[in-house]
């Protein structure tokens, strides 16, 4: 899905399992000109393999798995999987009986691993087995399952038990601030959703609203801001570091003048005792340089991958080091220059 029609896709979650949505789409209809709709049923086994699989895997605490994970299992039959998929503008897949498919999100396909090797989920005493991953973005985090949903034949409808419903509009405008403190108002069902939303696609859920427009304006500020305080941290600790070298640098150019001096006058000449010069600097400077950038970027990874998993984005945290090295030397070799 393209970053354009992101913004013109609304995704409404209701615990009821076969709610019709009536009453968002006349409000939605009165300003917005709706182009696609699909509604689909989430249904449920009762059971909880793969989400206990998960908090295990992910050493995720009881807090963390209540909050963010359905306590069963969450399924979606096949023709309203591959109505998803069309609408999505992807192709279509199939499976046979006792076969089933898991849909997943990519930061956590490494976790889910073994999970489609070595485990089979069971429907009413009927063993299935997994016959592919797929990781495509189909909004995960509450809305098609809370980070997977698993797929399996029609015929395996009457062994579930429906759980929620879930719709997605597409229009041909932009969300505006009323509409959405009207779809807001509208929502009138008490206790905490499992829909919280993504920085992708607008979700309502029980009694809270999340847009990718509020988070791009209330929560990116923060993060620039602390960015901001972090990398002027950083920059203050490297030119104090620089500046003492540089001054101990010039301490011992004073102090080795008279040895300088003498390999003059034995025959180096000015090119090689600049080399000379320049080899010692750079010993001084880098020795420390390399135990900062071990000890900082084993850090800088860490935190890097710690942020995009828990944004649910797709990236490695070495590239925060990068970018963070990058500054550093470039300044070291305006020193040296």
Known sequence: MTYFQLLMLIIIYNKAAYYSFG???KLIEK???????ITHTIYTDGQSALPLFLKKEMEMSDTGYKRYYYPTHTFLLLSDYNELRSSLDLKPVNIAQGEYILHTKKVLLKFLDSFNKDNSISLNGNFLKCKAVYDEGIS?????????ILVVADSYKKDLNPFYSVTALRFDNELSDSLLKELKNLDKTDGEGYAPGNNQIMTMAD???V????????VLP?????????FYIAASFMCAVLTVLSIQQLSDAVKYRFRYTILFQLGLS?????KLILKQLAFY?????LLGILLSGMITVFVGNFFWFHTGLLASGFIHFIFSLIPFLSYTEVIFV
């Open 23 to 25: 009453e968002y789409i």
């Open 31 to 37: 300003k917005l000109t709706i182009t696609e709709r």
């Open 140 to 148: 995960q985090n509450g809305h098609y399952g809370s980070d997977y």
């Open 207 to 209: 009694d809270y609203l």
């Open 211 to 218: 847009s990718r427009r509020f988070l791009f304006t209330e």
């Open 222 to 230: 923060i993060i620039t801001m602390i960015s901001f305080v972090l």
């Open 270 to 274: 000015p090119s090689d005792l600049k």
């Open 285 to 289: 400077f880098c020795i420390p340089a």
